[in-house]
């Protein structure tokens, strides 16, 4: 049986890397891809997947590739191409938080702003525009996209960061409540609907992935998120791998949580 060929981005730290591990230890048949911005990063991140993956039937390299950067996009493309001639999978993972650099006196929030945008939103999207003909020689192909519990419109009152009231006055202590993170996160999910419309009637299936607080390093201190209620990154992983290996086939089109939870708009 040949292997499925996936793709994840920003794969060498956090869920990205916790994704791998997981399809490293299924009984499906997978080669993955894992996307870094630095191949050091990549191979150090590999080594650490074979410490805890030490035996199983599955392939893992590492594929250069930053989605701030087209060339680096277009250069991986073509690899990909020529070595294997299809993607099964694209796992859209890479992702930023900036906000912690938003100060009171608006100094760099249009900076934090654009450039969380143009990681998050835009790189994410060039990303899939560019892989979008290679997921189409697949026979299976799956479209993933990782969102967030914070970018629900619907559910911003209950919001996983702790501000149950703001103060009076100007400025606000807790005013850069990932302000450019949620508003990136929302525009994924509407970016996960336009592609999912896209590429339905090509049989590709598509989703948006909020696998929940997790205690990660991206938008903190792993150690404070754990206070708040954070879980394991390996969480999110397993959740990945069960989206792939089709156990929410029937909410394509959707913004996903774990055990069987469709997050509101």
């Given at each position: 049986?040949?292997?499925?060929?996936?793709?994840?981005?920003?794969?060498?730290?956090?869920?990205?890397?916790?994704?791998?591990?997981?399809?490293?230890?299924?009984?499906?048949?997978?080669?993955?891809?894992?996307?870094?911005?630095?191949?050091?990063?990549?191979?150090?991140?590999?080594?650490?997947?074979?410490?805890?993956?030490?035996?199983?039937?599955?392939?893992?390299?590492?594929l250069q590739i930053d989605i701030a950067d087209d060339e680096s996009i277009q250069r991986a493309a073509h690899m990909i191409a020529n070595k294997w001639g299809r993607v099964d999978v694209l796992v859209n993972n890479a992702g930023v938080a900036f906000d912690v650099l938003i100060g009171t006196d608006a100094t760099n929030a249009r900076s934090v702003f654009n450039d969380t945008y143009n990681i998050n939103v835009s790189g994410t999207n060039m990303m899939t525009f560019v892989l979008a003909s290679l997921l189409l020689r697949s026979t299976s192909p799956r479209l993933l996209f990782l969102t967030s519990g914070l970018s629900t419109m619907g559910g911003f009152t209950q919001s996983h960061i702790p501000v149950q009231s703001v103060e009076l006055g100007w400025p606000k202590k807790d005013f850069a409540?990932?302000?450019?993170?949620?508003?990136?996160?929302?525009?994924?999910?509407?970016?996960?609907?336009?592609?999912?419309?896209?590429?339905?009637?090509?049989?590709?299936?598509?989703?948006?992935?909020?696998?929940?607080?997790?205690?990660?390093?991206?938008?903190?201190?792993?150690?404070?998120?754990?206070?708040?209620?954070?879980?394991?990154?390996?969480?999110?992983?397993?959740?990945?791998?069960?989206?792939?290996?089709?156990?929410?086939?029937?909410?394509?089109?959707?913004?996903?949580?774990?055990?069987?939870v469709i997050q509101p708009w």
């Open positions: 049986m040949s292997k499925e060929i996936v793709l994840i981005t920003g794969a060498n730290t956090g869920i990205g890397w916790e994704t791998a591990k997981a399809l490293l230890k299924s009984a499906k048949p997978y080669h993955i891809l894992l996307g870094s911005r630095s191949m050091s990063k990549a191979a150090d991140a590999i080594a650490k997947l074979f410490e805890h993956v030490p035996v199983t039937q599955n392939t893992l390299e590492g409540t990932a302000q450019a993170y949620r508003c990136s996160k929302a525009a994924i999910n509407m970016l996960m609907l336009i592609w999912s419309f896209t590429l339905k009637q090509d049989g590709v299936k598509t989703w948006a992935i909020a696998p929940g607080l997790l205690a990660t390093s991206m938008v903190g201190d792993p150690e404070v998120l754990k206070q708040r209620g954070a879980q394991p990154p390996s969480l999110g992983g397993d959740f990945i791998k069960s989206v792939i290996e089709g156990e929410r086939d029937a909410d394509a089109g959707k913004v996903i949580a774990r055990d069987g």
